[in-house]
């Protein structure tokens, strides 16, 4: 049987860390998926934002979210942060989940970004996001990025696995 | 969710010319769960994104969806369709689209069958838009053939459709 969904690389959090960087990223897959399970060290906030970006460069990245936050639904635009996981102020113990999947991801075209994004809170302020990106960037992907828009640490045992799938 | 080697590619199309207006993966068997992805180029006219199961084009789909565009969002319903939503606002004639299409248990005769999909238009202007939308197909049958096309539009060349095949053991 084709191994056509394989592990590149996981980030397993021994220590805190600001951003997580899975580099020298293979060329022979046709599309990428990273699936984190992250929480935030330190700050004020119930929920913390993700950042995400390729090569290195936080430029040229439009996202779109649309998302449900205590039983309302709505949709927003930015330049940075993409979807939100969880803060100190949560619920003890408790990380977000999320879920970036890269098509073609070799290519010359601009490159996207599909992601759904959960941040669970036992008590009100639960969140949950489908994102989609996009990198205006012909470069083909040799790296990515996952960091913290507020600018807080990722804790001890976040994780983060990047898988490569091929199409045949 | 370390899949490993039971993500299996059943088949790739990759759209070349200008005449092809669906694309179907036939003689489907051997899996627990199937995914399409789905990378769809700027078609010449906007277009639903929709799939059809075993070729049946009657009135046998309902589905739900919800999407937002980075201002606003809405959902949408509707029952006794000839086909399953991929997504109803994606396709249009200047962005690339991406759909991921879950049905889950596709080969047992005695439920219906569910279509999640999760839709995304990434772009850097107010065309960025996501969607995600369930679909029921109204059939107990076993899936054996997934048909995806865009409500009868020209599939734009270089647009690529890969179904894929999950074992749960």
């Known amino acids: 049987m ?24 293979p060329q022979t ?17 119930t929920h913390d934002n993700f ?37 100190p102020a949560s619920t003890a113990n408790t990380f977000g989940n999320a879920e970036f999947y890269i098509p073609n991801y070799t290519g010359s075209n601009n490159k996207s970004i599909s992601a759904d994004i959960v941040s669970e809170n036992n008590a009100s302020n639960g969140q949950d996001y489908l994102g989609a990106a996009l990198w205006s960037d012909s470069a083909a992907i040799t790296s990515l990025t996952i960091g913290n828009y507020n600018a807080s640490d990722f804790a001890i045992n976040t994780t983060a696995y990047l898988y490569g799938i091929s199409n045949s | 969710m370390p899949a490993g080697s039971t993500y299996t590619p059943i088949a790739t199309t ?35 994104l929709q799939v059809r199961f075993n070729n049946d084009s009657g009135d046998n789909y309902s589905y739900v969806q919800y999407s937002g565009n980075g201002s606003s969002s809405a959902t949408t319903t509707d029952t006794a369709q000839n086909y399953a939503l991929a997504s109803g ?25 569910t279509l999640l999909t999760r839709g995304n238009r990434a772009a850097n202007t107010s065309l960025a838009a996501v969607s995600e939308s369930a679909s029921i197909w109204l059939n107990t049958a076993a899936i054996t053939s997934y048909t995806i096309r865009a409500g009868g539009e020209i599939l734009p060349a270089g647009s690529t459709f890969t179904l894929y095949g999950l074992l749960g053991a």
């Not at chain 1, 084709?2 to 990223?25: D, H, M, P, Q, R």
């Not at chain 1, 290195?56 to 993409?82: A, C, E, H, M």
């Not at chain 2, 606002?89 to 069958?113: C, E, F, P, S």
């Open chain 1, 51 to 87: 950042l995400i970006y390729f090569n290195g460069t936080q430029s040229n990245r439009t996202n779109l979210i649309l998302y449900g936050i205590n039983g309302s639904v709505g949709s927003y635009t930015s330049t940075d942060y993409f979807g939100a996981f969880n803060a």
């Open chain 2, 89 to 113: 606002t994606l396709l249009d004639t200047t962005n690339r689209t991406m759909h991921i299409m879950y049905v889950n248990d596709y080969a047992n005769a005695t439920t219906y069958k």
């Open chain 2, 14 to 48: 990759t759209i070349s010319g200008s005449s092809t207006t669906q694309v179907t993966f036939s003689s489907i068997s051997g899996y627990t769960d199937l995914v399409c992805v789905a990378n769809t180029a700027p078609l010449a006219n906007i277009a639903v």
């Open chain 1, 2 to 25: 084709a191994n056509t969904y394989t592990l590149i690389e996981s980030k397993i959090l021994g220590s805190v860390v600001a951003s997580i960087t899975f580099s020298s990223i």
């Open chain 1, 29 to 45: 897959y046709t599309d990428l998926l990273v699936k984190v399970s992250a929480r935030s060290n330190s700050g004020p906030n």
